[in-house]
Each structure stands twice: as structure tokens, then as C-alpha cells.
């Protein structure tokens, strides 16, 4: 095989999983080539990944040692894209009542879906993440792309409970923005004791709904280890019982009377 098809080869291998360690002599049995060989080949592939902005290839020295594709996004990849989706969310044709605002299209559309889970994965990629959990329904994708690019399990907690997912642990908790005693879910078989967990939403107000799924891993003895909501109200800031979370954008001044609206970046960027 010639060095540019298993440059090719390789790259296409790597991508398709971030975060395995994948060793040398792998690599060297698989496309028949010297260590050596297939050591400059990655040097050649990490210096690539870095110059476009997309990760880079973590050292593991060692017998047990090898590569691992690590995503993450330039800040100035980030910051255009971040962008891009404010002035896309800016239409005030988006406004919905009660201070939503209408994102289903872009939660469907796969390549916004998957750039915002390489923004995710690339603020959370040294918090060590075991589960990203989310609650049905508009979460799922967003919690999905995270995972692909972090490569670990997503677990979604539900309202009801199912009969296909088996017993369940329940809480009650309290909507932040209603002041309503609401019910949360989640089958006893999703979580391992001691899981590193990253909670994913597309939407938080006060942040009730990310307060109950935090209260939930405590009863599997599980461990918070990060937040990250899609957008962000400003308006509920006062009485936000959540503190610790990054946030793709923030909603400014949503007035549906006006019919006016205003999105900017949230505090990701400064992660990345």
C-alpha cells in the first residue's frame, strides 16, 4: 500500500473512533508497514488534525501504549460557528410563547446537530466522562452528538416509565420556571456506581429540569461531572437553581409582543 492511501486509510480509522487507544503495532500488522513507518505516518495526520482545527492525536508511551484521537474544535472554528447559529435564532419568527423559542429544525438538521457536539466534546474533553445523560425528548440528538465524539453510552431519563426499560429509580423535583412538582425517571440498569456523568439539554430557564437529573445520579451514587445546555435564558438568571454549566448561546431580550429578540454566544467559547 502507498503512504497516501494509508494516510487515508489511518485517517479515516482514527476518526471514526475518538478517544480508543489504538497502538502501534496495529496499525503495522494492519496495513503491513514498520513501526517506523507508521509512527511518522501519525505525526503527519496529528499535525493535520491540529492545522484544521478538528483535535489532535494524545501519546501513550509504554507496551500498552498508542494513539487516541482527542476532538476538539478550534476556538476560531468555534466562534464562527457560534455565530452563525446566533444570527440563524435571531428570526423572530422563532419566538414562542412563554420565552421558547422554535429550534426543532436545527435540533434535526445532522451537521448543526454534529457541530455543536464537537463543541461540547471539545470543553468536556478532560472531565474524564463515563455517561451523557439527557431527558426525552429534545435533548436526545444534542446528547447523541455528544457522545459520539466523547465515545460513551448515552442514558436518557424520562417523565414515565416504561415497561421495555424494566424497574426504575423515580424522583420528584420542582420546575424552575413553573414552580410545578414534576416526576423523572431513569431504569436502574443505565448507571454504574461511581460514573462520571455529563448532562446534556437543549433548553434551560431556571433550570429545574437539569436540577432534577443532577438529584437523580445521586441515587445511583453517580458523579456530576459537567452541564451544557444548547441555549440559555437570560431573563430567569435571578432564580437559576443551577450555577456550573456552559451554555452555546444565550437568549437576550426575547419579547414576543415586540416581536424582537436578541442571541449571543454563552460562556462555551471560553472553554474551548
Not at 509512527?39 to 499535525?47: A, F, P, R, T
Not at 509504554?62 to 476538539?72: F, Q, R
Not at 439527557?134 to 442514558?155: D, E, H, Q, R, W
Not at 424552575?176 to 446534556?200: E, F, P
Amino acid at each position: 500500500m502507498k503512504r497516501s492511501e494509508r494516510l487515508v486509510a489511518m485517517t479515516h480509522y482514527i476518526l471514526d473512533r475518538p478517544r480508543n487507544l489504538i497502538s502501534l503495532p496495529f496499525f503495522s500488522e494492519k496495513f503491513d508497514a514498520a513501526k517506523s513507518s507508521i509512527s511518522e505516518d501519525l505525526g503527519i495526520i496529528n499535525k493535520m488534525f491540529q492545522h484544521e482545527g478538528i483535535g489532535y492525536l494524545e501519546t501513550i508511551s509504554g507496551a500498552a501504549g498508542g494513539v487516541k484521537y482527542i476532538p476538539a474544535f478550534s476556538l476560531e472554528g468555534s466562534s464562527r460557528f457560534v455565530e452563525e447559529l446566533c444570527e440563524k435564532l435571531e428570526d423572530p419568527a422563532r419566538l414562542l410563547p412563554g420565552g421558547y423559542l422554535f429550534m426543532s429544525d436545527l435540533l434535526g438538521d445532522p451537521e448543526t446537530i454534529r457541530n455543536i457536539g464537537k463543541l461540547f466534546a471539545s470543553a468536556f474533553r478532560n472531565k474524564d466522562i463515563d455517561v451523557v445523560m439527557t431527558v426525552a425528548t429534545k435533548g436526545i440528538p444534542l446528547a447523541y452528538a455528544v457522545a459520539s465524539f466523547l465515545n460513551v453510552p448515552v442514558v436518557i431519563a424520562r417523565r414515565d416509565p416504561k415497561i421495555s426499560e424494566g424497574s426504575t429509580v423515580s424522583i420528584n423535583y420542582v420546575s424552575g420556571s413553573t414552580r410545578k412538582i414534576q416526576t423523572m425517571v431513569l431504569t436502574k440498569r443505565s448507571l454504574s456506581q461511581g460514573s462520571r456523568v455529563c448532562i446534556i439539554d437543549d433548553f434551560m430557564k431556571a433550570g429545574g429540569t437539569i436540577n432534577g437529573m443532577r438529584n437523580l445520579l445521586m441515587e445511583f451514587d453517580a458523579e456530576l461531572a459537567g452541564i451544557g445546555v444548547l441555549a440559555e435564558a437570560e431573563d430567569e438568571e435571578e432564580d437559576r437553581v443551577v450555577d456550573d454549566y456552559l451554555s452555546v448561546v444565550q437568549i437576550v431580550n426575547a419579547d414576543e409582543r415586540r416581536g424582537s429578540i436578541e442571541v449571543r454566544p454563552g460562556n462555551l467559547l471560553n472553554k474551548i
